[in-house]
């Protein structure tokens, strides 16, 4: 197998599709060993791990529907198409997280002023960091895959088990003070600070949703990398002009708007040459945008430009004279 197969297949099962499978997989792993943990040993905290697992396999489902809606083709409904589908899997995480949270708060407020006794100790440890092992391998995988491919809803899976790896810990360190002090009622007190941690990181995750769903730029060194190039375009001193350039990430998808102005003499294929050079630059400099420049005189603006009063509140990242 040469170099390049060997690249390719590591590509293939980097994919959002094959690891929110795997995820799927390590879900119900995890559920039957945190579950066994805690029925040996009947820890309020493995109970709250066991809990968050449930939310685990419920969120990757989900991210894994909405990771093959996000690939359909755009439509005669959705022209720009489907990309967008993945922020609602990571704000649905979220959301589970959050209920999560909650349940474990529940349960640990119980104990925390009812302790019982704790059994086999050993046992119940043992199971608890094998899977946590399992999470954390496939959370480092996930969250390099999802810079790779752009994936909001790798990184909110990603995250959602990085939090069921700080709770599978602070579970573990909780119960091995139970069992050196002798106080039972810290085995509840870390289930409460387990349920702060995740409710905290699950109002993070519906924040970055929401935050995807409302077409938030390109991030800084992206506009950087697009500004630069328009400039140095600009620069060239042959009369051309960048303005009203504005930015949207939609998943893996990048899209971007601009107006180019060209000398009022100049033909039409000449502009459309230009035009095609600093799309293929474009996209050269950020793989997977969708440029859309419009082409217009020198001087001149367009009709919604001149009813909306020069185009206020328009975002002008970057413009060229």
């Not at 059994?119 to 960091?129: I, Q, T």
């Not at 790779?148 to 995250?159: E, F, I, N, P, T």
């Not at 500004?227 to 009203?244: E, K, S, T």
């Not at 969708?290 to 217009?296: D, F, G, K, W």
Request: net charge negative; hydrophobic share 50%.
């Amino acid at each position: 197998m040469t170099k390049t197969s060997v690249l390719a297949s590591s590509s293939t099962w980097l994919h959002p599709h094959n690891l929110l499978r795997v995820s799927v997989v390590v879900a119900v792993l995890t559920i039957v060993l945190k579950t066994l943990a805690w029925w040996l040993t009947g820890s309020v905290g493995l109970l709250s791990d066991a809990l968050e697992s449930f939310v685990n396999l419920a969120g990757a489902m989900f991210a894994l529907t909405m990771v093959t809606v996000a690939k359909r083709p755009a439509d005669t409904e959705h022209p720009y198409g489907h990309y967008k589908a993945e922020y609602f899997s990571a704000g649905f995480e979220g959301v589970l997280v959050i209920g999560a949270s909650l349940a474990i708060a529940w349960a640990a407020l119980s104990r925390l002023w009812h302790p019982q006794p704790l059994d086999k100790l050993s046992w119940g440890l043992l199971l608890s960091l094998v899977s946590t092992g399992f999470n954390g391998l496939l959370a480092w995988v996930m969250l390099r895959s999802a810079r790779q491919y752009r994936s909001m809803a790798l990184v909110g899976d990603a995250k959602h088990l990085l939090t069921d790896v700080w709770t599978s810990v602070g579970v573990v360190v909780g119960l091995l003070a139970a069992a050196w002090t002798g106080w039972l009622w810290v085995d509840a007190l870390v289930a409460l600070g387990v349920a702060a941690h995740i409710c905290v990181q699950g109002m993070q995750l519906v924040w970055q949703s929401s935050q995807g769903l409302m077409d938030q730029a390109l991030d800084a060194p992206q506009r950087l990398q697009i500004d630069n190039l328009l400039d140095g375009y600009a620069r060239r001193g042959d009369g051309v002009v960048f303005d009203n350039v504005s930015s949207r990430q939609a998943g893996e998808r990048s899209f971007l708007d601009l107006h180019m102005h060209v000398p009022g003499q100049w033909s039409v294929q000449r502009a459309a040459q230009l035009r095609s050079e600093i799309e293929a630059e474009l996209l050269k400099a950020i793989p997977g945008l969708y440029a859309r420049i419009e082409l217009l005189p020198e001087g001149m603006s367009t009709a919604s430009e001149v009813a909306d009063g020069g185009a206020e509140g328009a975002v002008q990242e970057s413009s060229g004279t």
